[in-house]
């Protein structure tokens, strides 16, 4: 077992059996899906410029999920679905789907365009932090980091 397999918890029996490719190959796939995630947010965000804010709403949104949606390759869907609603991940996942589902609805529906920009921040700090609890020890590092500079505990 490797290094980058303890780190995201693969076990063997422990993935999903949902398809028949390599190690390598969902690597590749998670890597595509991350690059593309990336990509959708980046053309999302530079729709803001041009007003086109429904756009932002939904490319930036897409991109969060086709992010998310590509670590189904490592782990397995149902492993991940079952990794994000663990308790030290509840509340970063709680967030990120409502800020989701916030960013589209302001973007979309009520047509709000500062609503759906700070739903977009909430959106990626809650990413963020989500993507942080599967890294050892980074949440703690960025609390005390926060700490440092502000002199504020972090509540979280």
């Given amino acids: 077992?490797?290094?980058l397999d303890i780190l995201i918890g693969q076990q063997g029996d422990d993935v999903d059996n949902y398809c028949n490719l390599?190690?390598?190959n969902?690597?590749?796939a998670f890597g595509a899906c991350f690059v593309i995630g990336i990509f959708l947010s980046i053309f999302g965000s530079i729709e803001i410029f041009f007003q086109k804010y429904t756009a932002f709403a939904l490319l930036y949104s897409l991109g969060t999920i086709v992010a998310l949606a590509g670590t189904c390759f490592l782990r397995g869907p149902?492993?991940?679905i079952k990794k994000m609603f663990d308790k030290d991940?509840?509340?970063a996942t709680i967030v990120?789907?409502?800020a989701i589902i916030l960013t589209i609805v302001c973007g979309t529906?009520?047509?709000v365009p500062i609503l759906a920009i700070i739903c977009c921040i909430v959106q990626f700090l809650a990413f963020t932090w989500y993507t942080l609890s599967y890294i050892p020890y980074a949440r703690n590092a960025v609390k005390s980091c926060f700490a440092t500079c502000t002199g504020v505990e972090c509540p979280c």
């Fill in 1 to 3: 077992m490797g290094m």
């Fill in 22 to 24: 390599s190690w390598e």
């Fill in 26 to 28: 969902r690597l590749y």
């Fill in 78 to 80: 149902m492993s991940q």
């Fill in 89 to 91: 991940r509840l509340v």
């Fill in 96 to 98: 990120l789907i409502a």
């Fill in 109 to 111: 529906v009520i047509k």
